[in-house]
């Protein structure tokens, strides 16, 4: 079963408006990251917490994470048609070692985002 | 530009015949990872490799091979034993510092005619 459950699948809003997206995992972590993917293209690395952060932010990206409840959430403000792409979550399984690049992905949520 | 370059973009194939798709860094980084996606899916991890000459495997490793003979590169070979080898396969790379962020190329989509 994935490590990384993101919800929802799908998210479909407006320009200017914020956009929340949600991951839940199984077991412990050393670090949780999120990543972009433009259609037919790489992953972009967007932002890392680790397990000992409860919310970290980058530009218009907030990150949180509850370790007791195994989840991130993943919001991004105001956001523009450029922002459309999937979203995916990633853990690294390691917990309290050094992270080796083994992440578990999960499903991701594809936003669209309407001029 | 420092970055990771896959290739070929998008490779055709008869069923039974092997292919090897390349991954190139210049980053300096030690470690590489390929990873396949399917349509609407999460990425797998195929084989890694924290060092030249050294590599290991994922957890979806039948059917494919790899080879790390310098740190720039880490080609990997679909083999005519993976079953359903029609997927997009990306190669990504860490630094030393195993920051834990990983770095992508842009893919290479194998399909299987």
């Known amino acids: 079963s994935q490590q990384g459950e993101e919800d929802p699948q799908a998210l479909s809003i407006q320009e200017g408006e914020n956009a929340t997206m949600n991951c839940s995992y199984k077991?412990?972590?050393?670090?949780l990251q999120w990543y972009r993917q433009n259609s037919g293209r790489g992953l972009v690395h967007l932002i890392l917490i680790r397990s000992n952060e409860r919310e970290k932010h980058s530009g218009r990206l907030r990150v949180t994470l509850d370790t007791s409840k195994k989840s991130s959430s993943l919001l991004i403000t105001a956001s523009r048609a450029a922002d459309t792409a999937s979203y995916f979550c990633a853990t690294d399984p390691n917990a309290g070692g050094t992270s080796y690049g083994k992440l578990t992905f999960g499903q991701g949520t594809i936003l669209t985002v309407h001029p | 530009d420092g970055g990771i370059t896959q290739s070929p973009k998008y490779l055709f194939r008869k069923e039974g015949q092997n292919v090897t798709l390349s991954c190139e860094q210049n980053l300096n980084h030690d470690a590489m990872y390929w990873y396949r996606q399917d349509p609407g899916q999460g990425l797998r991890l195929i084989y890694y490799s924290q060092i030249v000459n050294d590599f290991q495997k994922g957890d979806i490793a039948e059917g494919y091979s790899v080879s790390r003979e310098k740190k720039e590169s880490f080609p990997l070979t679909v083999t005519s034993a993976q079953k359903n080898p029609t997927a997009f396969y990306l190669c990504?790379?860490?630094?030393?510092?195993?920051?834990?962020?990983?770095?992508f190329g842009e893919g290479s989509r194998l399909t299987v005619l």
């Open positions: 077991t412990s972590i050393n670090n």
């Open positions: 990504a790379s860490m630094g030393r510092s195993y920051t834990g962020e990983l770095f």
